[in-house]
């Protein structure tokens, strides 16, 4: 009999939890969600790396530029991980280790960096309509993004 968690209840899961648990899922491809799941996470960390760079910018435009983008990347990465943790019936993700070094300090490269990775997971996407979907948009929210900061510099 499986327990019931009631709403009122916190539930927390490891990447590697989750991970473990797509591998084990006969619903889809493990490394095919593993992958966008990973993606999904890594968008939400780079939301949080925007953000820190919005803050300390000190240009109005550009200010409201990457405010836009952290919101919008906070979107997409939760919209991917529900997606993926839907598919595979895993009641939540509640924790991941991030190595923040990886970004250093944030700017127009970083962002093409991510949008290059973008790209990647477009490939492993697209007979993926709803996920697809997802993917491109954040592609074309960053050619968005570096040609308005690019203009601004």
Not at 64 to 80: I, Q
Not at 128 to 136: P, R
Request: glycine letters at 6%; a negative charge.
């Amino acid at each position: 009999m499986k327990k019931r968690i009631n709403e009122n209840q916190k539930v927390t899961i490891s990447i590697g939890q989750l991970k473990r648990l797509i591998k084990e899922s006969m619903l889809v491809d493990p490394s095919y969600t593993e992958q966008v799941s990973a993606f999904g996470v890594k968008t939400l960390v780079f939301s949080l790396v925007v953000h820190f760079w919005h803050i300390n910018c000190t240009s109005d435009a550009e200010h409201n530029c990457l405010r836009e983008f952290y919101y919008f990347l906070e979107d997409k990465g939760d919209a991917l991980i529900e997606t993926i943790v839907g598919r595979v019936n895993v009641p939540a993700v509640g924790q991941a280790v991030i190595d923040y070094g990886e970004f250093g300090d944030l700017s127009i490269e970083d962002i093409k960096r991510y949008r290059q990775e973008a790209e990647m997971v477009a490939a492993i996407v697209k007979d993926d309509a709803g996920i697809s979907n997802i993917i491109a948009d954040i592609i074309e929210r960053c050619d968005n993004v570096i040609f308005r900061l690019t203009r601004l510099g």
